[in-house]
């Protein structure tokens, strides 16, 4: 199985900060990745497929990159609604394996 | 619009079995492959497996095999995933999600989860 690993576990941040999390495969999964956010009580909301395609109605402050095994997700100004907890998911093979998840707490 | 609505929660004995459903609607259901994700509480996502709606067609992941079943009515547009041989460490909530289409098995619409909670 594909492992992923995500860091940090956890961020503080504030309102208008840049935050990056990271999601490494333990193979490469070319551009097979797709980023989550949690929020609390609430099912998983999809944010980026293909490693770097927004998903429909996803605002344009979330972006993401790379390719092979090593991936980033970038929230560009962070806003109240951001949030949460995000994933990384390797969509290449099965099983479809998430990273640990970040969470991006309010500083 | 696309929709999973899933059944509610349940309380199961040790030992027992649940079955779980996942009613879509807003697009063809044979069209588009679910899988099912769980989450204990506080805890990360967990694959589970997947199922293609018009073949039937499924795959588990390896950790779920011999206790897990997906299954599906195409009639009514809904798939189903049945745990059995229940122990305590499958209390979670369990989550349908439809895969996109494109961008390999991302998942694009999901159920709003149902907890399933294992206890004497």
């Known amino acids: 199985d594909i492992q992923m690993t995500q860091s940090p576990s956890s961020v503080s941040a504030s309102v208008g900060d840049r935050v990056t999390i990271t999601c490494r495969a333990s193979?490469?999964?070319?551009?097979?990745l797709a980023w989550y956010q949690q929020k609390p009580g609430k099912a998983p909301k999809l944010l980026i497929y293909a490693a770097s395609s927004l998903q429909s109605g996803v605002p344009s402050r979330f972006s993401g990159s790379g390719s092979g095994t090593d991936f980033t997700l970038t929230i560009s100004s962070l806003q109240p609604e951001d949030f949460a907890t995000y994933y990384c998911?390797?969509?290449?093979?099965?099983?479809?394996?998430f990273g640990q998840g970040t969470k991006v707490e309010i500083k | 619009q696309v929709q999973l609505v899933q059944s509610g929660a349940e309380v199961k004995k040790p030992g027992a079995s649940v079955k779980v459903s996942c009613k879509a609607s807003?697009?063809?259901?044979?069209?588009?492959?679910i899988n099912w994700v769980r989450q204990a509480t506080g805890q990360g996502l967990e694959w589970m497996g997947w199922?293609?709606?018009?073949?039937?067609?499924?795959g588990y992941a390896q950790k779920f095999q011999g206790r897990v079943t997906m299954t599906r009515n195409t009639s009514i547009s809904t798939a189903y995933m049945e745990l059995s041989s229940l122990r305590s460490e499958d209390t979670a909530v369990y989550y349908c999600?439809?895969?996109?289409?494109?961008?390999?098995?991302?998942?694009?619409?999901w159920g709003q989860g149902t907890l399933v909670t294992v206890s004497s």
């Open positions: 998911q390797q969509a290449n093979s099965f099983p479809g394996t």
């Open positions: 999600a439809r895969v996109l289409g494109y961008g390999g098995n991302t998942l694009d619409y």
């Open positions: 807003g697009y063809t259901f044979t069209s588009y492959d």
């Open positions: 199922m293609n709606p018009n073949s039937g067609n499924t």
């Open positions: 193979q490469g999964i070319s551009s097979w």
